[in-house]
């Protein structure tokens, strides 16, 4: 009805393209910071290691890789460990960057080698596995301990919330390709 | 753009399954046997012993027997230092409290299995769960 006066063409704006992707990134990262905070509220599901996490923010981070770019992901992952830290203190931090970059490192170079070709399942499995394994070995260097015994059960919950997350990035696809479609310029400015 | 419609990743493929089903194989068979085979070979044989350390110094040996007690550490190379230690029914055992700042030692919460460790690294304490002879894990700590 209220017909606007002169609300802005979405195709003509670049400065309005930007906005979005800000947007989206503030999205993306508050979205991280609550799941991190989920997660760390949520008692270690390793007994015998404190500050595990279940990494479930790393939706998030795949989401930022498939969408966006990689550097997305690597600052979305280190700056949601540094909010970990003010949430849980140092040894969280340490193992919530490790796990993450580790995490994202294998999904990059997947990502990468097989030409964007690998599935989601498979993409995010190795990352989340990656995640897990990677905070034990952080733990187990911070605290000089030797954590073979828990490799394994890390491991296989790893696959299984990678399958998971697969699902979910799946599921929420098409509406961002839509969304992507109608906020991005239809100048072609590049994908990047 | 269009780029990105075409590269639209799939949820899997045939040979992505084959490799996730053959990761789960592997790590599934070693989780069954290093919780389920191999502590029933071992179950009545062998009762586990936690280890306390003080740096390289043994403080403790105790039995997980399944008695429950608390006691506070006494590390005489450094008085200062409070921990107090809880066993518990379960066969584990846990620091219950401590004078360090951070806390992880307490927040890692109650070990049973042979290889599991706490570290307090401010008091320079580490609990390993081991055998009656030797203080187990795979001695990264060397
Ligand atoms: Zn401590």
């Known amino acids: 009805m209220n017909q606007s006066k002169q609300s802005p063409p979405i195709r003509r704006a670049g400065g309005h393209q930007q906005i979005t992707m800000l947007v989206l990134r503030a999205i993306l990262l508050s979205l991280s910071f609550v799941l991190s905070a989920l997660d760390h509220s949520l008692p270690s599901f390793v007994p015998g290691v404190p500050g595990m996490s279940?990494?479930?923010?790393?939706?998030?981070?795949?989401?930022a890789l498939l969408f966006l770019n990689w550097k997305d992901?690597?600052?979305?992952?280190?700056?949601?460990?540094?909010?970990?830290?003010?949430?849980?203190?140092?040894?969280s931090l340490l193992l919530s960057v490790s796990g993450g970059l580790l995490a994202l490192f294998v999904e990059i170079l997947l990502w990468k080698l097989s030409r964007g070709k690998v599935s989601l399942m498979l993409l995010s499995a190795a990352?989340?596995?990656?995640?897990?394994?990677?905070?034990i070995i952080a733990y187990a260097l911070y605290a000089r301990v030797a954590v073979w015994i828990l490799i394994p059960p890390l491991a296989v919950m790893g696959i299984v919330s990678g399958v998971i997350t697969a699902i979910v990035l799946k599921a929420i696809y098409p509406f961002m390709e839509r969304w992507f479609r109608t906020h991005r310029s239809y100048e072609g400015e590049g994908t990047q | 753009m269009t780029e990105q419609s075409t590269n639209r990743p799939v949820l899997s493929n045939k040979r992505d399954i084959i490799i996730l089903m053959a990761l789960l194989g592997v790590f599934g068979l070693w989780l069954l046997w290093s919780y389920v085979v191999a502590p029933a070979l071992d179950e009545d044989t062998e009762l586990a012993y936690a280890w306390v350390y003080h740096e390289n110094t043994l403080l403790e040996k105790v039995a997980l027997d399944g008695e429950v007690r608390v006691w506070n550490l006494t590390v005489p190379d450094d008085p200062d230092i409070e921990m107090e230690i809880s066993s518990h029914a379960d066969h584990s055992i846990s620091v219950t409290a401590s004078d360090c700042p951070d806390k992880v030692c307490v927040h890692t919460g109650?070990?049973?299995?042979?290889?599991?460790?706490?570290?307090?690294?401010?008091?320079?304490v580490i609990v390993k769960i081991g055998t009656e002879e030797a203080p187990g894990g795979l001695g990264v700590d060397g």
């Not at chain 1, 279940?54 to 989401?63: P, T």
């Not at chain 2, 290889?115 to 401010?122: E, H, M, V």
């Open chain 1, 54 to 63: 279940l990494g479930l923010a790393n939706v998030v981070v795949l989401f």
């Open chain 1, 127 to 135: 990352g989340a596995m990656s995640h897990n394994v990677g905070q």
């Open chain 1, 73 to 91: 992901a690597v600052f979305i992952t280190v700056t949601k460990s540094i909010f970990v830290f003010f949430l849980r203190g140092p040894v």
């Open chain 2, 110 to 124: 109650k070990i049973h299995m042979k290889g599991q460790s706490i570290a307090c690294l401010p008091n320079h």
